[in-house]
């Protein structure tokens, strides 16, 4: 072999114990689960029951609309078939009995969803890790056999082989136990998160508070919400910096016109006062007439103010160059009387 043959093969040498430490860990590991997991199948066929959870949600509830908590906790305990439900209702009680927040039991529902996905992930990853640490286990110690087997080395060849055909068992045996758990975990914590959604539900569903919280006094009187304190904010004058405000926009020139010395070059400036926009009157309709005529009446200007621009203005000459449409020609105001087609109408355009 050369150099770098002889690297990877000490490299894959070197791999083989930490690979035979995590099979035998990982075995371990998904053991463990097996026994919690018969250990949660024995709960839910022994004491799971729904006639048995809604009779005693809803006496927990009268308990709490009658005014004794402590009643209605004892009927929630008993329902205790499951361990992520147990879990889930040991919080309900400790909301229930220091924050008592209306939001929360809808809060704690969905972080219990995030603990069953988390506890389902245990599983899930040695599915996958299991048969990968057996492939691994079997191939690493081939490479030793076959050179026994090319050495006439009988004793060394045997040895790898075994541990090899060893690991793989190891490996397929975790994977199989794990998929088992992970498929009937699925189902058993969707049916747990069902559970939890109809105890709330029952519990909290007639839209009123529950009679629940600390006790203020021997005679009964329970505090129903919580006592919110915080320290408001004082606003600092001398370390605030005030932005001054425009109480008007101010309008900037946008339209040049000619200068009133003749000069060739435009004056920029704004009319200091709005002018007021044209208002069109219409004028009496003659009935021989052919068509109505509007007249528009301009509003006078004041003295000194600049005359509006038209297009007889030498600040309006538009040079043929810069204007695109040159090339159009004049356009009518008002189609021929008598319905006769307009200049030019109808003609073909020519392309440039």
């Known amino acids: 072999m050369n150099g770098l043959q002889q690297v990877i093969y000490d490299a894959s040498r070197v791999l083989l114990w930490p690979v035979l430490i995590a099979a035998l860990a990982c075995l371990v590991w998904v053991l463990i689960e097996l026994g919690f997991f018969l250990y949660e199948l024995y709960l839910r066929f022994r004491y799971r029951d729904l006639d048995a959870l809604e009779a005693r949600t809803l006496r927990a509830r009268r308990a709490f609309q009658d005014g004794k908590p ?12 499951s361990i992520v439900v147990a879990r889930f209702l040991f919080d309900l009680i400790r909301n229930y009995q220091t924050e008592r927040l209306a939001a929360k039991p809808l809060k ?8 069953t996905v988390k506890r389902l992930e245990r599983t ?10 057996g492939l691994m286990g079997t191939l690493i110690p081939l490479s ?5 087997l090319a050495s006439g080395n009988t004793t060394q060849l045997a040895e790898n082989l075994t541990t090899a055909f ?46 629940s919280g600390r006790r203020r006094s021997k005679k009964g009187t329970w505090d129903a919400d919580p006592e919110v304190e915080y320290v408001p904010v004082v606003d600092d004058m001398e370390n605030t910096v005030a932005i001054p405000v425009l109480l008007e926009t101010p309008r900037e020139p946008l ?23 044209p208002q069109r009157v219409a004028a009496p309709i003659d009935p021989l007439a052919a068509e109505a005529v509007t007249v528009v009446v301009t509003p006078s200007r004041a003295a000194g103010e600049a005359s509006p621009l038209t ?42």
């Open 166 to 211: 060893s690991v793989t068992v190891i490996g397929l045996l975790i994977g199989g136990i794990a998929f088992v758990i992970s498929i009937v975990r699925d189902r058993m914590y969707s049916q747990d998160i069902s559970d939890m959604e109809y105890l709330l539900e029952l519990l909290e569903g007639g839209g009123e508070r529950l009679q």
């Open 124 to 133: 899930r990853i040695l599915v996958r890790v299991g048969p990968m640490l």
């Open 255 to 277: 339209i040049p016109f000619a200068s009133g010395d003749g000069g060739a070059s435009p004056v920029f400036a704004a009319p200091a006062v709005e002018e007021a926009a």
């Open 70 to 81: 402590r009643t209605a906790y004892r009927y929630l305990q008993e329902n205790n078939y």
């Open 144 to 148: 030793p056999a076959l050179i026994g």
């Open 311 to 352: 297009f007889d203005d030498p600040a309006m000459n538009w040079q043929r160059d810069e204007d695109p449409f040159a090339d159009l020609g004049p356009v009518d105001p008002r189609p021929p009387a008598g319905g006769a087609s307009a200049s030019g109408a109808g003609a073909p355009t020519a392309r440039r």
């Open 108 to 115: 704690l529902l969905q972080e219990y969803e995030f603990f």
